[in-house]
């Protein structure tokens, strides 16, 4: 028997269904996949946070002054601050917008007004 996976939904917008010839169905959870160019751009932004953060890192260790470090704390804050609005930005256009049904499109809308509570506080 062929256990090769067959994708039941489009990849663009939906984490892949695969179902095993013979009935045995491997669900996974409904979720936005990123353009290469989507994901090319938040691992660049996500790159520089790193560097930032290794840097501060570096700071500490050399006992530079806390005024500088905390300078490049506030520089780190902004640079994901900015991330998460690119990411929701990009979660309201694709995975709100575009849900499959207005039911859905309302639960994936639930669950950013639930993150975006946490995200305020």
Do not use: W
Not at 19 to 25: E, I, K, L, Q
Not at 95 to 116: F, M, N, S, W, Y
Request: net charge positive; charged share 30%; glycine share 4%.
């Amino acid at each position: 028997m062929d256990n090769t996976p067959i994708p039941l939904v489009d990849k663009r917008y939906f984490s892949v269904f695969n179902a095993v010839r013979g009935g045995f169905v491997h669900h996974a959870k409904l979720m936005h996949i990123h353009t290469p160019e989507e994901k090319r751009a938040l691992q660049v932004r996500l790159r520089k946070i790193a560097g930032q953060v290794a840097a501060i890192e570096r700071m500490v260790e050399e006992d530079r002054d806390c005024p500088d470090v905390l300078t490049q704390v506030v520089s780190v804050r902004k640079a994901l601050k900015s991330f998460a609005e690119v990411v929701i930005h990009q979660h309201t256009h694709e995975c709100i917008a575009h849900a499959a049904d207005p039911k859905e499109g309302q639960r994936k809308l639930r669950e950013l007004l639930t993150v975006l509570e946490r995200y305020v506080e």
